[in-house]
C-alpha cells in the first residue's frame, strides 16, 4: 500500500516538474524570439517588402452600447470594439526554431500601426485607440483589438419626432496612406451586434458597411474608407406620454370652451389657460430639439392646435357679444331667423324647453281674445289682463252721453293725476276735477234726482280711470313682451351658433389627432 502511494507521488511530481520545464522552455524560446525580431525593426516605416506594395488592413467594428443621442448638437456617443488585422512582413519566424511557439502577444507600441481613425470625430479631446496588447502570429499577421468611446457626429432629422428614425455614420479610413500605399477592407457586410446592450430609448435596426473611394479636389491619389451606417429608430412611448396625450386631452377642452353658458363669464378664461398650458409644452419641446428649419411633427401639431385654440377664442367673443344684445338691439333679420333659428338649431339639436326634434316649435301669436294671469311682484297679487284693445273700444262705443270734447278732457284729467308706485305697477287717480266737470245741473230737478245723476256721473268717471289704468298695463306689458322676446332670440342666435362651432371644432380636433396617430402607427 505504501508502495503505490510511493510510485503515484512519484509519477505526479515528475509531470510537474516536466510541465515547468516545458513553460520555462516556452517562456525562453518567446525571450528569444522577441530579440530576434525586433533586433533591426523599427514601428516608423510601413513593414513591406517594397514599397510600391499595397498595404491591405482588414476593419471589423462591434457595437457594444449606445451611450447617448443628444439630438440638440448632433452628436452620438456610443461604445464599440474595433478589430484591426494586417500583415506585417517582417515579423515572420519558422515556429519550429522556437520549440513550435507560432503566437506572442506584446504591447502595441512595438509594432506599426495602421493610423485609421474616425473621420467625423466630434470629441472635444481627441484621444487616440487604447495601447491594448497585439496579436502576433507566426506569418506575420497582426490583430489588435481595441474597445473605444467615440463621439461622432450625426445629421438628426427631427422632421417626424417623436416618430423619427435616424441614420449616423461611422467612416473609418487612413489619415496619411493614400489607395496605393494602404488599403481598407471590411470583414463582414455589417456590424457585429452580437453583445449589444438595449438602449432605452434607441433601437437599433441594422448597422450595414460599405466601403468607398474618394477623390479630394487636392490629390490625384484615391483614398479609400469603410463606413458604418447605424439604423436607429425612436421608441416614442415616454414622448407619447408625457408630451403628446396631454396635448390632445387639452386640445378637446378648445370645443367644449363653446359648450359653456355664456353667463357663467368663463368662456374667454378658459381658452386663454388652455392656450397657457400649451406654450408650457411647446417650450419643453423646443428646449430638446436642435434649432432647424426642419419643424418637428409634434411641434406643428402643437402650432396647430394653438391656431385652432386661437380661432375658437375669437369666435367665442363674437358670440358672447350676440348673446349679450340688450332691449335696444334691432330684431333678428329674417334670414337669421330662418336659418339659423330653424334649420342649423334642428341640425346642432338645439331646443327650447318641452321642446323636441319631432316637434319643432312654432313662432307664439298675440292671442285676440281675454287672458288673465296671476302674477307676483313687490309681494302684491295683480291681476294682468293680456289683450283689451276690443273690449275697451266696445264700452266706448255703448257710452251714449259723452261727447267727443268732453272725453278728450276727461282722458286729459286722468292721465294728468296718474301716478306710480316705486315698481311702476300700482296706480291711483284723482277724480275730484272730472266729476266737478261731469256733473249734471238742471232746473226744476228735485234733489234725489240730482243726487243720482252725480252718482252716476262719478261711477263713470271712475270706470274710465280704471279703463286707463289697465289700458297702460297693457301696453306696457306688450312692451316688455317685445323685449323679452326680441333678446330672447339674440340668445338663441348665440346658443345656435355655440352649438354649431363645437362640433366643427369637435371634427377638427378628431382628425388633427387621427393624423398624428396614424404618424405613430
Same mark, same amino acid.
Given at each position: 500500500m505504501n508502495g503505490r502511494r510511493v510510485q503515484a507521488s512519484f509519477f505526479i511530481l515528475l509531470f510537474v516538474s516536466?510541465?515547468?520545464?516545458?513553460?520555462?522552455?516556452?517562456?525562453?524560446?518567446?525571450?528569444?524570439?522577441?530579440?530576434?525580431?525586433?533586433?533591426?525593426?523599427?514601428?516608423?516605416?510601413?513593414?513591406?517588402?517594397?514599397?510600391?506594395?499595397?498595404?491591405?488592413?482588414?476593419?471589423?467594428?462591434?457595437?457594444?452600447?449606445?451611450?447617448?443621442?443628444?439630438?440638440?448638437?448632433?452628436?452620438l456617443t456610443a461604445y464599440l470594439w474595433i478589430r484591426r488585422v494586417w500583415v506585417d512582413a517582417y515579423l515572420k519566424w519558422d515556429k519550429d526554431d522556437y520549440d513550435g511557439l507560432d503566437t506572442i502577444r506584446i504591447p502595441s507600441s512595438y509594432v506599426w500601426r495602421p493610423d485609421i481613425v474616425l473621420y467625423n470625430n466630434a470629441d472635444d479631446h *481627441? +484621444?487616440?485607440?487604447?495601447? %491594448?496588447?497585439?496579436?502576433? #502570429?507566426? &506569418?506575420?499577421?497582426?490583430?489588435?483589438?481595441?474597445?473605444?468611446?467615440?463621439?461622432?457626429?450625426?445629421?438628426?432629422?427631427?422632421?417626424?419626432?417623436?416618430?423619427?428614425?435616424?441614420?449616423?455614420? *461611422? +467612416?473609418?479610413?487612413?489619415? %496619411?496612406?493614400?489607395?496605393? #500605399?494602404? &488599403?481598407?477592407l471590411n470583414t463582414m457586410e455589417s456590424a457585429d451586434l452580437?453583445?449589444?446592450?438595449?438602449?432605452?430609448?434607441?433601437?437599433?435596426?441594422?448597422?450595414?458597411?460599405?466601403?468607398?473611394?474618394?477623390?479630394?479636389?487636392?490629390?490625384?491619389?484615391?483614398?479609400p474608407d469603410v463606413t458604418y451606417t447605424l439604423k436607429l429608430k425612436r421608441r416614442a412611448s415616454f414622448y407619447v406620454f408625457n408630451l403628446l396625450i396631454p396635448c390632445v386631452m387639452i386640445s378637446f377642452l378648445a370645443p367644449l370652451g363653446f359648450y359653456l353658458p355664456a353667463d357663467s363669464g368663463e368662456k374667454v378664461s378658459l381658452g386663454v389657460t388652455v392656450m397657457l398650458a400649451l406654450t408650457v409644452f411647446q417650450l419643453l419641446v423646443a428646449e430638446i430639439m436642435p434649432p432647424s428649419e426642419n419643424v418637428p411633427l409634434i411641434g406643428k401639431y402643437y402650432i396647430a392646435t394653438m391656431t385652432m385654440?386661437?380661432?375658437s377664442t375669437a369666435?367665442?367673443?363674437?358670440?358672447?357679444?350676440?348673446?349679450h344684445c340688450g332691449p335696444d338691439a334691432k330684431p333678428v333679420p329674417k334670414w337669421a331667423k330662418k336659418v339659423i333659428l330653424q334649420y342649423m338649431a334642428r341640425?346642432?339639436?338645439?331646443?327650447?324647453?318641452?321642446?323636441?326634434?319631432?316637434?319643432?316649435?312654432?313662432?307664439?301669436?298675440?292671442?285676440?281674445?281675454?287672458?288673465?294671469?296671476?302674477?307676483?311682484?313687490?309681494g302684491q297679487t295683480e291681476q294682468w289682463i293680456e289683450d283689451y284693445d276690443f273690449k275697451i273700444e266696445k264700452r266706448q262705443e255703448t257710452r251714449d252721453s259723452r261727447s267727443a270734447q268732453q272725453r278728450v278732457k276727461i282722458e286729459k284729467n286722468t292721465i294728468n293725476h296718474y301716478n306710480t308706485s316705486n315698481a311702476?305697477?300700482?296706480?291711483?287717480?284723482?277724480?275730484?276735477?272730472?266729476?266737478?266737470?261731469?256733473?249734471?245741473?238742471?232746473d226744476g230737478v228735485s234733489d234725489v234726482e240730482r243726487k243720482n245723476s252725480e252718482v252716476s256721473c262719478s261711477s263713470q268717471c271712475n270706470e274710465r280711470q280704471l279703463l286707463c289704468n289697465i289700458e297702460f298695463i297693457a301696453n306696457y306689458y306688450r312692451d316688455q313682451r317685445a323685449t323679452q322676446k326680441r333678446t330672447g332670440e339674440w340668445k338663441k342666435v348665440a346658443k345656435v351658433l355655440d352649438r354649431f362651432f363645437m362640433w366643427i371644432f369637435f371634427i377638427m380636433v378628431f382628425f388633427m389627432n387621427l393624423l398624428i396617430m396614424g404618424k405613430a402607427v
Open positions: 516536466g510541465w515547468s520545464t516545458c513553460w520555462c522552455a516556452h517562456g525562453k524560446y518567446a525571450q528569444k524570439l522577441l530579440n530576434d525580431l525586433f533586433t533591426n525593426y523599427t514601428s516608423a516605416l510601413r513593414p513591406v517588402e517594397d514599397t510600391k506594395n499595397i498595404m491591405n488592413v482588414t476593419l471589423q467594428v462591434t457595437l457594444s452600447q449606445i451611450i447617448d443621442m443628444d439630438e440638440r448638437n448632433q452628436i *481627441f +484621444t487616440g485607440p487604447m495601447d %491594448t496588447n497585439v496579436v502576433i #502570429q507566426h &506569418d506575420g499577421q497582426i490583430m489588435w483589438d481595441s474597445p473605444a468611446i467615440t463621439k461622432s457626429s450625426c445629421k438628426v432629422d427631427v422632421s417626424f419626432f417623436p416618430f423619427d428614425a435616424q441614420e449616423c455614420r *461611422f +467612416t473609418y479610413g487612413s489619415w %496619411t496612406y493614400n489607395g496605393n #500605399q494602404l &488599403d481598407i452580437a453583445d449589444l446592450v438595449e438602449n432605452v430609448e434607441w433601437e437599433v435596426l441594422g448597422m450595414p458597411a460599405n466601403k468607398n473611394v474618394i477623390l479630394y479636389g487636392c490629390c490625384s491619389d484615391p483614398y385654440i386661437t380661432a369666435l367665442t367673443i363674437f358670440v358672447m357679444n350676440i348673446h341640425v346642432c339639436f338645439v331646443y327650447e324647453v318641452g321642446e323636441n326634434c319631432m316637434s319643432p316649435q312654432l313662432e307664439k301669436q298675440e292671442p285676440l281674445s281675454v287672458k288673465t294671469n296671476k302674477y307676483t311682484m313687490n311702476g305697477l300700482f296706480t291711483s287717480v284723482d277724480c275730484e276735477d272730472v266729476v266737478d266737470h261731469k256733473r249734471c245741473r238742471r
